[in-house]
């Protein structure tokens, strides 16, 4: 896939021609607004950026239909130019018995491999490599393993549009997705394996270590931040990602919708009470999340495979981290929400 095929920002300039923007929804390529970053040449490890992550989660079901998640994430947790150490975490979740196990190891320099050609980190608990057509995982960790392999057919999704925003620490954050992985593999908790075959979700993210304007860290020390970050598939093959970050006291909540065709829509998200941030309980129970899905099923209008039946155009808010607020004009939007549920 050529980078003018990635997800880029959708232009304000679309805004002039509604005739066009009405008979079809815009795609996000690259002679409407540069990207920032390649995210194909970024899977590599970004030695002069802080917090490099790679997360791969599984959405599976063995041929008997018993259902488990996981996660494979890697984190690396020392600033540029300090001896590296990385965190290696497995989550699974056994869905059909209600039953969640998770850990983190830290790793040091002389124990993992970090290649900056390539996507590749091999710790001695978890390996992820490849690239953004095919992504291979693998943990170890005595009370639970993993080995998958994921194929990623379709487009990269930028989260609110640039795949830049503020977040952790304030500092600009890169985050991309890749959706709609299909794969097959296995897991083995408590000494018992699993074949499991699914859906496979890959988010690659950073923290910049200088600021766009070249401010650096200094002016946004000190500064208090949470978050909720969510992958929903829905049935039709939308995906959509979910943020709602609070910085200083300020709510930032959004959705990115992609559509198969690589076209992007952000859509604002309704808030939802936010715990407080050592309350010790879960960020949001079902009872907190369930309104707010429904409120983003109804922005998310690129929802439905059939062609938009309202004939009224309807804009929703872009977060820009260079600006307050930036508002984009969008295709009609289809008012009946999928009845699928997210993975």
């Known amino acids: 896939m050529s980078n003018s095929n990635l997800s880029n920002p959708i232009s304000a300039s679309q805004t002039n021609a509604p005739q066009k923007m009405a008979a079809q929804r815009v795609k996000a390529v ?4 540069p990207p920032l970053f390649d995210p194909v040449g970024s ?3 970004r030695p002069d950026q802080h917090s490099n992550s790679w997360f791969l989660s599984g959405y599976l079901e063995t041929a008997t239909g018993h259902k488990f998640n996981c996660l494979v994430h890697q984190l690396v947790r020392s600033s540029p130019g300090q001896p590296v150490e990385i965190a290696s975490i497995l989550n699974i979740t056994d869905l059909s018995r209600l039953e969640y196990r998770s850990e983190e190891r830290v790793h040091s320099a002389g124990e993992v491999t970090l290649a900056t050609d390539r ?5 001695p608990t978890s390996t992820i490599e490849g690239d953004h057509r095919s992504v291979h995982a693998q943990a170890e960790f005595g009370w639970g393993a993993l080995d998958f392999t994921a194929e990623f057919p379709g487009h990269i999704m930028m989260n609110g549009g640039s795949g ?3 977040c952790v620490d304030s ?3 890169v985050q991309y997705s890749i959706p709609w992985g299909k794969g097959s593999g296995w897991i083995t908790l408590d000494g018992v394996r699993h074949d499991l075959t699914g859906e496979f979700w890959f988010d690659r993210q950073w923290l910049i270590s200088r600021g766009i304007m070249e401010e650096g860290h200094r002016a946004l020390v000190g500064s208090s931040y949470k978050w909720v970050w969510m992958d929903l598939n829905l049935s039709n093959g939308i995906a959509l990602g979910l943020w709602d970050i609070e910085l200083s006291g300020e709510r930032h909540g959004w959705v990115t919708a992609l559509l198969q ?10 808030h939802w009470p936010m715990m407080p941030a050592n309350s010790g309980q879960a960020q949001h129970p079902v009872s907190a999340i369930r309104p707010a899905l429904k409120s983003m099923f109804r922005l998310s209008t690129a929802c439905s495979k059939s062609p938009p039946s309202c004939s009224t155009r309807k804009s929703r808010r872009l977060f820009n981290p260079n600006m307050r607020e930036s508002r984009i004009s969008q295709a009609p939007m289809a008012e009946s929400p999928s009845p699928a549920t997210p993975s």
Do not use: K
């Open 30 to 33: 690259n002679e409407l607004c």
């Open 171 to 173: 500092l600009p954050t």
């Open 43 to 45: 899977l590599a490890f």
């Open 261 to 270: 065709d690589g076209t992007h829509i952000i859509a604002a998200l309704e």
């Open 119 to 123: 996507m590749q980190i091999v710790t």
């Open 164 to 166: 830049v925003f503020n």
